[in-house]
């Protein structure tokens, strides 16, 4: 457990690492007067591989990095690690890292029925920074011969069990259990030490557990994952899983044992830090927040929905290792959607296959650029589906059920309303590294097609999984150095739910300017409209939707409420919820580059040449 | 292309670059060749091994076979250990009744029987199920090129290392194969179609020019092919020959009949002169292929590896090259220069802006055509020489 060595008013600077699959990216912080800001980046290919075999080469390149950008020495002379404390001349107070290096944490998740206890225990299990092998339940279809291939074909680092409610099912539990023992499930991380099971089931099992794993396991007994069907109860099964991370899982993999010596914080997996900072955001702001972190080789979504934390991860959604799955899972002809442009199928294929083979190589030209973009919007379409998938009602449990629900086809399995998200962040290399802010927002606007009026977020350079791991410690510091340096706020989506044809009238809205003055805009079906509201000031706007476009408080009637400034500005988005692209080639391709002109979205004589 | 304001400054070394892929005429290879769990080594240091020597051998636990004993007795399951006719450490045959229930004076019976060969793993009386281990399944791995054993891991396998020619492709299928070298094509640029495969190609590690088509992967299988090895393939005729689309970059288990592996990309592209030229000059030669690539952590590219002893590597040491300078062979991997070929001009340091309004660390390339052009430090990879 964390262990500070200095008490935190007298702290000066802070470093932060996370050790990713490829990057070991760290990012160095310092007091000023003003408060905690972030001060410099540095970073170097991780090190968890052979030759090397050891991650603390890449953390101390890294540092190294920082050190000769800033003059500020880190690293002991002895090469023994980073000074902690700070001595007055070389050091920094407080080290934590996250790490996602050699795949971060895989785990298999198995319970008693899949649409209750597996389900609850695949949150949890999702919720603690994991990616998910597969979820075993005894009513997931497949027979128990297929479920044994399959538990021993997988190389997890963790099993999850759960099963019954306290006081409910026994002998189905044990029968899944006894199928776990009997399979048996060897550890990814050499074969030299017992694999970690955390069991998170009926408690009346646990002696026969007990009896049946302990041995061959290094079984830890937690509180029910669903002590009755009406309640969900992931935390203990989530504290476990990361204390075990950190002495079974970490300590396995080459040259953690003396990382973990070097920091005086836990280390947690990369996604479990991206999960707090956006935690971060919901509690600071008291909103709902949909957060994504979009990678090369998978895309995290987590949502904070009235209070609820739920996290998602699509392991092969990617933008450059499983760029070509999102190809695959999309369908090409979704990804050639977003193309302002005439371009082969083939042609397309091609650059994503080349771009999956030679994963580091970036965009030259503008349209290899707006390919990328292409298949980001579908990578996050994809992932949010899947994140509603996850993001669901307890079932199993009873709902009390209106007239109006039995009209409405039963009750919508996920409760991610896009209307009641309050903000969008986004965070990942293609995200951050978008020439024009505008093309994120743009991005994260037409893939998870926010309704009413939605801020939008993006992280300025990677470094929220470092801020979410130390605000485990640190909340102000954390919190002082995401507001200033590492939340850009992009501006406002202002969006209509409905549709209706082309150049029918959609809304009107007045913005009253910080400058006193006040805008009224009329928008029609099909377009959108970028006004400049600069960051740190808001307006205030009034939205009166016509019949049929509803923007909160139902269809056609008025919503007043606060647009967030930004480095893009407000956008008024009329193209329908859902939007709507002409189903016509030449006619879509000529409205994808309206839509850019109007926004500002690439430099424009290139995108006219282009088209 | 827009270039940096004020003085313009240049780094003399770089360190950050893709390595590229190894193209050498001899160099030591070494495999290390390991059972997946612990086993007994059967080649001792300093054997000499063949291709298809036996390394080591192990055996696969057997796969558990659960059998619901109470259910079918109409049980209890604590009453299960009375009416089981095995107990613990029992070896069975498939057909062997486990358990036998009588009640009624005779009058109710039924009987469990074994449905696999195998060993009683143990017996629940919770569950009342009764789980019975399969026999263990041999498992070996062998030499995969011919050489010396030059290091034994004990219960693991051995280290083969020999003297050869040694190709990477950038994406493979197929697992381990080996076959004659045969040039199926005259020049780099050639397209490798059905024609220029015959019947006496079977077993060959066949060599293309720029292009594989799906007519040449399918007469590869029909006659028995090892191996394709070409500069590129389409996209299309890939998920046509596979059955399925490639989603990420981890192959080397599928059963498509043959290996292929691609040296350059996806699309028509020429063969590097100098891997086709290899090929050449090894032409007839038996080699050792593998189509497995694994881009994500620890990458894993195809490769072919040609043994034999008529020349060795002049300088020694690990491959770790030094950096790239000015007058370093490089290829570019990205549009909008793909696939050409020229050597580093210059390495300016400051931050470039390139077409897509990106500022990125750049390098100058001086093309074979003499043309001087500036493309990203990320999109070329450097020839090894």
Known sequence: ?611 | MPKAKGKRRVSREAYAYTPGLKVKRAMLVRKMRRLPIPGKVLVEEGDEVDFKTIVARTELAGEPEIVKVALLLGIEPEDVPRYMMKKVGDEVKEGDIIAHYRAFFGLIKRDVVSPVDGVIESISDITGQVVIRKPPVPLEVDAYIPGKVVEVLPNEGAVIETNAAFVQGIFGIGGETHGVIKMAVDSPDEELTADHISDDDKGAILVGGSLVTLDALRKGVEVGVSCIVAGGIRHRDLTEFMGEEIGVAITGHEEVGLTLIITEGFGRLRMSRRAFNLFKSFDGYKAAANGATQIRAGVMRPEVIIPHSEFYEEKSGDELAAGMVPGTPVRIIRAPYFGAIGRVHSLPIDLQQVETESYVRVLEVELEDGRIVTVPRANVEIIEE
Request: include cysteine; proline fraction near 5%; hydrophobic fraction near 40%.
């Open chain 1, 1 to 611: 457990m964390a262990r500070l060595r200095k008490p935190k008013e007298e702290m000066k600077y802070i470093l932060a690492t996370d050790v990713g699959s490829t990057t070991t990216k760290a990012r160095f912080f310092e007091r000023k007067p003003e408060g905690w800001r972030f001060v410099i980046a540095g970073e170097a290919p991780t090190t968890v591989e052979a030759p090397y075999e050891d991650v603390t080469l890449g953390v101390r390149n890294a540092v190294r990095e920082v050190e000769e950008l800033t003059g500020h020495k880190i690293l002991a002379e002895d090469g023994s690690g980073i000074v902690v404390p700070f001595d007055g001349e070389r050091g920094v107070d407080l080290y934590c890292t996250t790490s996602s290096a050699g795949g971060g944490l895989q785990m298999m998740v198995a319970g008693l029925i899949k649409t209750m206890t597996a389900e609850s225990a695949n949150r949890a299990a999702l919720g603690a920074g994991a990616i998910v092998m597969d979820v075993i339940a005894q009513d997931d279809g497949r027979p128990v011969y297929k479920k044994i291939q399959r538990i021993r074909s997988l190389r997890p680092d963790m099993i999850l069990l759960a099963g019954g409610t306290d006081g409910g099912a026994t002998t189905h539990v044990m029968e899944i259990a006894e199928m776990l023992k009997a399979a048996e499930p060897k550890p990814r991380l050499g074969l030299g030490y017992k694999l970690p099971i955390v069991y998170a089931g009926n408690r009346d099992l646990r002696p026969q557990i007990k009896k049946l794993l302990g041995e061959v396991f290094a079984l830890t007994i937690v509180d029910n994952i669903r002590p009755v069907l009406e309640v969900e109860n992931t935390e203990p099964a989530r504290r476990a899983i990361h204390e075990l991370f950190m002495e079974h899982v970490m300590s396995h993999a080459p040259g953690y044992l003396k990382l973990m010596k070097w920091t005086d914080i836990d280390i947690m997996p990369t996604p479990a830090g991206e999960g707090m900072a956006m935690q971060l955001i919901a509690k600071v702001f008291e909103k709902n927040v949909l957060g994504v972190g979009l990678g090369g080789a998978t895309t995290n979504v987590y949502s904070v929905f009235e209070g609820k934390f739920v996290r998602s991860v699509s392991a092969n959604l990617g933008m450059s290792y499983s760029i070509c799955n999102v190809m695959k899972t999309a369908g090409i002809e979704n990804i050639m959607r977003w193309l302002p442009f005439e371009m082969d199928e083939e042609e397309v294929a091609s650059r994503l296959m080349n771009k999956m083979i030679r994963p580091t190589t970036i965009p030259q030209t503008l349209d290899d650029l707006i390919v990328e973009h292409s298949v980001a919007r579908e990578a996050l379409r994809l992932g949010l589906e899947h994140h509603k998938t996850i993001a669901t009602r307890l079932k199993g449990a009873k709902i009390e059920r209106t007239i109006s629900d039995m009209f409405e086809q039963a009750l919508a399995e996920t409760y991610i309303d896009l209307m009641k998200i309050d903000i969008i962040a986004g965070t990942g290399g293609l995200l951050s590294h978008a020439p024009r802010r505008v093309q994120s927002m743009l991005i994260l606007t037409d893939a998870f097609q926010p309704e009413g009026i939605t801020w939008m977020f993006q992280d300025s350079v990677f470094m929220m999984p470092h801020l979410g791991v130390l605000s485990t410690v640190y909340w102000e510091a954390a919190w002082q150095i995401f507001d200033k340096d590492c939340l850009v706020r992009l501006g406002t989506v202002i969006a209509p739910r409905g549709v209706a044809n082309k150049g029918d009238p959609v809304m009107t809205v007045e913005i009253e300017m910080p400058n006193g003055e006040t805008l009224t805009e009329e928008m029609h079906f099909g377009e959108i409209k970028r006004i400049e509201l600069p960051e740190r000031e808001e307006a205030k706007v009034t939205i009166s939707p016509r019949r049929g476009f509803d923007v909160g408080r139902g269809p056609g009637k008025r919503v007043e409420g606060t647009a967030m400034g930004g480095v893009v500005g407000i956008l008024l988005d009329a193209r329908g919820r859902p939007l709507q692209l002409p189903e016509n080639d030449k006619e879509r391709r000529e409205t994808l580059l309206k839509w850019f002109l109007d926004i500002d979205m690439y430099p424009e004589d290139k995108l006219r040449e282009l088209v």
